[in-house]
């Protein structure tokens, strides 16, 4: 078990043929506070996954497995929800108020990255971001949709990464926040 979030599981698996670790992220019906129909949950998952497709070049994305786009049942074979697979396994980046100054730079420089090639995350707090072999990987696109990208969404993605970061966690750190993100302008 890798984590979850407000509507999904990520369990770490591993491919019978290869060996391979992949992360396996699942949205359930029974995952959600609120009820979802499975219709529902289709669309929101099948679009984050096909927009995981279009950015499998894009550097500082997970990479989702092309064709493993699939629909989970239950016993009854009733539709459950969806699930697919990453080829990415990665750490959750903790520690608010620990997070060392080499990460911070990672985070904001691969948001800069993804920016730079005409996209957005549009939850970019830095729970949506995993180290991988010591490199940041977003992950978790489902409301990032919209396109064409403007910039005030590229605004709106740093904010969030700041917030995420920094807000209510300012009084547990003994540095000077603005001196702190001069950084890394």
Not at 18 to 37: D, F, I, N, P, Y
Not at 135 to 143: A, G, H, K, N, T
Not at 146 to 166: A, G, T, Y
């Amino acid at each position: 078990y890798l984590g979850m979030g407000g509507m999904a599981r990520c369990f770490e698996v591993r491919n019978k043929t290869s060996g391979r670790l992949m992360a396996l992220k699942t949205v359930l019906t029974c995952h959600r506070v609120q009820s979802m129909e499975p219709a529902q949950i289709e669309a929101l998952v099948g679009s984050e996954y096909y927009k995981l497709l279009t950015l499998i070049d894009v550097p500082n994305v997970v990479k989702v497995v092309p064709d493993s786009l699939t629909r989970i049942y239950n016993k009854d074979n009733l539709q459950q929800g969806l699930g697919y697979l990453m080829q990415n396994v990665g750490q959750k980046i903790t520690g608010v108020g620990t997070i060392s100054p080499g990460i911070l730079q990672k985070l904001f420089h691969s948001l800069a990255v993804i920016h730079a090639l005409g996209h957005y995350h549009g939850d970019s707090r830095v729970q949506n971001a995993i180290l991988v072999d010591g490199e940041v990987l977003w992950i978790d696109f489902m409301v990032s949709l919209h396109e064409p990208v403007e910039e005030r969404r590229k605004c709106e993605d740093i904010s969030m990464l700041i917030s995420s970061i920094f807000i209510g966690n300012i009084q547990k750190t003994d540095r000077n926040l603005l001196a702190l993100l001069a950084e890394y302008e």
